[in-house]
Antibody, heavy 120, light 107 residues
Framework: QVQLQESGPGLVKPSETLSLTCTVS????????WSWIRQAPGKGLEWMGY???????NYSPSLKSRVTMSLDTSKNLFSVRLRSVTAADTATYYC??????????????WGQGTLVTVSS | DIHLTQSPSSLSASVGDSVTITCRAS??????LNWYQQKPGKAPKLLIY???SLESGVPSRFSGSGSGTDFTLTISNLQPEDFATYYC?????????FGPGTTVDLK
């Protein structure tokens, strides 16, 4: 059974960089696309982008200038960095596996989510 | 960006009822519409992908249909564990977008 677990600081100061890691167990991260999706408190879901182990990425235009995703296939880790954060980046961040091996259309496995608060 | 709207935004129902949630897209496409269920404090769960395909392990009382700009999620014989928020999501093009959600609560 594939399991995803997000980890990282729960509090980040404004203007700093948010860094989160998703540890994938029960399966290899190879051959799948992986996404980060976030949800501000009490709000809806926002797709941040996806990445494939070849290095191919697709970021949401609203975040493209500030976000970087990376994959470590040797450690089965998927990471995200979001630069220059503001209070608007306060959200629960989820990592998720794209359901289809060759493309990303939906997400079948999700982490439990980690709340990141941006505050001084 | 493709904008998704959902109606109703909330509904109250009883166990055993059948409910239908509608998702409308700002542009037309086929199949690339998915439905998720989210309970408080939990990650979303994929219910329906490609508009009408039931995800493995999801009860058959959940069904999806539609194409073009109008899609529906129907829950037949509502069960206590179905009270939750439901989101549609399009994967026709990026940026992938979600609807604002429909909350189903107990009447």
């Amino acid at each position: 059974q594939v399991q995803l677990q997000e980890s990282g600081p729960g509090l980040v100061k404004p203007s700093e960089t948010l860094s989160l890691t998703c540890t994938v167990s029960g399966g290899s991260i190879s051959n799948y696309y992986w996404s980060w999706i976030r949800q501000a408190p009490g709000k809806g879901l926002e797709w941040m982008g996806y990445m494939y182990p070849t290095g191919s990425t697709n970021y949401s235009p609203s975040l493209k200038s500030r976000v970087t995703m990376s994959l470590d296939t040797s450690k089965n880790l998927f990471s995200v960095r979001l630069r220059s954060v503001t209070a608007a980046d306060t959200a629960t961040y989820y990592c998720a596996r794209c359901r289809h091996g060759g493309a990303c259309y939906s997400w079948d496995y999700w982490g439990q989510g980690t709340l990141v608060t941006v505050s001084s | 960006d493709i904008h998704l709207t959902q109606s109703p935004s909330s509904l109250s129902a009883s166990v055993g009822d059948s409910v239908t949630i509608t998702c409308r897209a700002s542009q037309s496409f086929t199949r690339y519409l998915n439905w998720y269920q989210q309970k408080p404090g939990k990650a979303p769960k994929l219910l329906i992908y490609a508009a009408s395909s039931l995800e493995s392990g999801v009860p058959s009382r959940f069904s999806g249909s539609g194409s073009g700009t109008d899609f529906t999620l129907t829950i037949s014989n509502l069960q206590p564990e179905d009270f939750a928020t439901y989101y549609c999501q399009q994967s026709f093009n990026t940026p992938f977008t979600f609807g604002p959600g429909t909350t189903v609560d107990l009447k």
